[in-house]
């Protein structure tokens, strides 16, 4: 049964010209399933979608896609970057509809899942607008739509919130969970934040800190749905797993420090 | 749309030039500059307005501006597309690169002697010079824009499912449009210069033919007149290109594309 795991990683590793990343990485994500890879700045953790996604190859090890062996772009996965990656040459409205004129469907076309898309990531007023004429929560939010447009079985996301205050990340992040219960799409989502990759996951992924970090645990997260991600970090159970997966996080993130100062 | 800091420079630098303009023709008058070489500022604009009131400077105008303006879209043309090309495949870019740096190391003038006995008298041998020098300032910078491509960006566009083609025409072209325009600025300029210098050398119409009549038979106001007709030719199609350019480039931010006349 291949298509249970979306994304399958098999003693992946990745080295750069002297200095390896991440070494013997497996990990399985499974289909429909909403995964976060956790760990120290600069372990790799933008490494490993990188290569999930087809953009670079590993050095050693393989990835399978719902099955098949990944050579060259990952076609059944959106990708939202870490860094600004919207085309500064579009407007809000272009740049959403992007995917969709990359397969060909003529602007009138997407006109109505453009306007959706817009009002949804609360951007009615903005449609016109160049990216450098946006805030920065704005912009994640005009890559969120221009990522999940094209409906893409799995959809990568690296660290989308980092940058946003408390508010605006809280509404994007039950944007994000309510999208992810509509579909049956499969999430990998990494952040360096454990509440949030708690209170939003299915499993947690730790990473080791680098150099050559590896996976030092897979935690799931019983935690029932819908969530509230509101309350959720009083949940005695969050505070429990919390608990639990800092412990080992915290060695890692100790030992980053120790290495970068 | 100029601010109110601008507005009182320009006032400032309208009032420079007028100073040397004044300082210029009342040196003369007073006899501190010798009329002869440096003729003055009111007996140059008389000539020009004199130029014009006989039509005689119409054809020299057409002609050079004719000359420029095929210079300028021939090397513009090949500038962009060999830009591309060699920013996308790196064998052609390593292979031309010796011979490239070679052709654009010689200085353009020694090139105007050979154009004219291979083009002749007419405009081919000015459009010919003047495409070597804006072809190669275009086409290094086309090079550097596309290969300056944002890979985030780029990347995004391959996750959307672009094609070779629609990341050339999406992301490239447009990424590439700030470095190409920045060179149009600089390389109109240097087309007009060019085809100037080739009918200096060698014409029997045009503005560097006109300014080398008058060179010829001392007449340093016919030379004054025709550098000032230049200038202000260049300025207008600076402009031009500036306006240009403010429509293409309407999605950067403000301070990146408001930059005047002086390329
Ligand atoms: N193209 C590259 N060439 C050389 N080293 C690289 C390259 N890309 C990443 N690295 C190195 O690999 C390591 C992991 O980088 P990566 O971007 O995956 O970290 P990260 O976990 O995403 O960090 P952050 O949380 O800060 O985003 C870093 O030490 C980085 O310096
Ligand atoms: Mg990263």
């Keep these: 049964m291949p298509s249970d795991i979306a ?3 098999s003693g992946v590793s990745k080295s750069f010209p002297g200095y390896t990343a991440v070494s013997a990485i497996s990990l399985d994500v499974p289909a429909g399933k909403f995964l976060s890879v956790v760990g120290p700045s600069g372990c790799g953790k933008t490494t490993l979608l990188n290569m999930a ?37 579009k407007t809000v409205r272009d740049n959403i509809t992007l995917g969709l004129q990359f397969r060909g469907i003529a602007p009138n076309e ?40 094209v409906d893409p079985d799995i959809v990568f996301m690296d660290e989308p919130f980092a940058a946003l205050d408390v508010h605006t990340r809280l509404r994007m992040e039950t944007e994000i969970l309510n999208l992810w219960a509509e579909t049956s799409k499969t999430v990998m989502f990494v952040t360096h934040d454990l509440e949030e990759a708690i209170a939003l996951s299915d499993e947690v992924a730790v990473l080791s800190a680098g150099p050559a970090s590896r996976i030092i645990g897979v935690y799931p997260v019983d935690l029932s749905r819908p969530r509230n991600l509101i309350d959720i970090k009083t949940d005695p159970r969050f505070l429990d797993l ?5 412990t080992d996080l915290k060695q890692e993130v100790l030992k980053s420090y120790a290495r970068t100062s | 749309m100029r601010a109110p800091r601008d507005r009182s420079m320009l006032a400032w630098q309208l009032a420079l030039g007028a100073a040397m303009l004044a300082a210029w023709e009342g040196g003369v008058r007073a006899g501190v500059f010798d009329k002869f ?24 105008l057409a002609t050079t501006l004719i000359e420029a303006i095929l210079s300028f879209l021939i090397g513009v043309t090949l500038g962009v597309a060999a830009g ?55 086409f290094f910078n086309t090079f550097q824009g596309v290969r300056e491509v944002d890979p985030v960006i780029l990347n995004n566009a391959r996750m959307l499912g672009a094609s070779e083609k629609q990341l050339i ?46 060179e010829g038979v001392f007449d340093t106001t016919g030379v004054f007149a025709g550098m000032t007709i230049l200038a202000v030719v260049v300025l207008a199609v600076g402009s031009l290109v500036g306006n240009l350019e403010r429509r293409l480039l309407r999605w950067k931010p403000a301070h990146s594309n408001t930059r005047e006349g002086v390329s």
Aim: proline share 5%; hydrophobic share 50%; charged share 15%.
């Design chain 1, 110 to 149: 997407s006109a109505e899942q453009a306007e959706n898309w817009i009002r949804r990531v609360g951007l009615d007023h903005f449609s016109h607008h160049y990216p450098h004429q946006l805030s920065g929560g704005m912009r994640k939010r005009v890559a969120m739509a221009q990522t999940w447009i």
């Design chain 2, 37 to 60: 070489f440096f003729s003055r500022p009111s007996d140059i604009a008389s000539r020009v307005a004199q130029l014009f009131a006989a039509g005689t400077i119409w054809v020299h």
């Design chain 1, 53 to 89: 996604a087809g953009l670079m190859p590993p050095s050693e090890g393989s990835i399978e896609i719902f099955g098949a062996p990944l050579s060259g772009i990952n076609r059944r996965a959106g990708y939202m970057f870490q860094q600004d990656s919207l085309l500064p040459w």
């Design chain 1, 7 to 9: 994304v399958r990683l």
């Design chain 2, 84 to 138: 591309f090309l060699l920013a996308r495949r790196r064998f052609l870019a390593d292979l031309f690169d010796p011979y490239l740096r070679v052709a654009n190391s010689l200085p353009r003038v020694v090139l105007a002697p050979i154009f004219l006995l291979w083009f002749g008298l007419g405009i081919w041998s000015k459009v010919a010079l003047g495409v070597t020098v804006v072809f190669f300032i275009v």
């Design chain 1, 242 to 246: 919390y608990r639990t997966i800092w």
């Design chain 2, 169 to 214: 025409r999406h992301v490239l072209i447009p990424s590439a449009l700030t470095w190409i325009f920045s060179s149009l600025h600089i390389s109109i300029g240097f087309a007009i210069i060019a085809v100037v210098v080739g009918e200096y050398l060698g014409a029997a119409k045009g503005i560097g033919y006109m300014i080398s009549q008058a």
